[in-house]
T-cell receptor
């Protein structure tokens, strides 16, 4: 079974703190994604990566950065956390289209971040 | 106009009812259509996948795509309390393009 693991299920941080959200997948997937999910707004794409050291901006990249140093690990960084970044953060991965052409995403359990 | 529109509900039905969940979309280039199910405090998981137009059935679940109307549906027959979850539609142009999600419909099936 594909496993996408997010290191922290619940975090509480203070405004201005630097926050790291880690995601690891064990299925050798090239493509990895970070979403945030908010009531009434659904899933919104923050950043994604199709390969190591590659990154692409999603729909709402402002206030975030990412790091993909290894294929299995994709980190989301909040340089200076703000209260409007309180949200559920979901990491996902998918094989490249050459192996599976559905674009199916495999999600982690989510990291619920509260910024005070 | 949002790219993908989905009624957020909440939708509450009695056990055994037939449930119809729907999404409309504006971009005719979408070819891959999916339904994800998300239980409370969990990540979404793929429930159904359809390529282009047509129907697909899997047990009590049927997914329909009508590309001419830009409309997709998920039907749940003989709904069970364990079907209580948020259902998200998603679609994309190709396997390597990020999915575009609807906002999700929260469903409660009452025993």
């Amino acid at each position: 079974d594909v496993k996408v693991t997010q290191s922290s299920r619940y975090l509480v941080k203070r405004t201005g703190e630097k926050v790291f959200l880690e995601c690891v997948q064990d299925m050798d997937h090239e493509n990895m994604f970070w979403y945030r999910q908010d009531p009434g707004l659904g899933l919104r794409l923050i950043y994604f990566s199709y390969d190591v050291k590659m990154k692409e901006k999603g729909d709402i990249p402002e206030g975030y950065s990412v790091s993909r140093e290894k294929k299995e690990r994709f980190s989301l960084i909040l340089e200076s956390a703000s209260t409007n970044q309180t949200s559920m953060y979901l990491c996902a991965s998918t094989p490249p289209s050459g192996r599976v052409d559905t674009g199916e995403l495999f999600f982690g359990e989510g990291s619920r971040l509260t910024v005070l | 106009q949002k790219e993908v529109e989905q009624d957020p509900g909440p939708l509450s039905v009695p056990e055994g009812a037939i449930v119809s969940l729907n999404c409309t979309y504006s971009n005719s280039a979408f070819q891959y259509f999916m339904w994800y199910r998300q239980y409370s405090r969990k990540g979404p998981e793929l429930l159904m996948y359809t390529y282009s137009s047509g129907n697909k059935e899997d047990g009590r679940f049927t997914a329909q795509v009508d590309k001419s109307s830009k409309y997709i549906s998920l039907f749940i027959r003989d709904s069970q309390p364990s079907d209580s979850a948020t259902y998200l539609c998603a679609m994309t142009f190709s396997g390597n393009t990020p999915l575009v999600f609807g906002k999700g419909t929260r469903l409660s099936v009452i025993a």
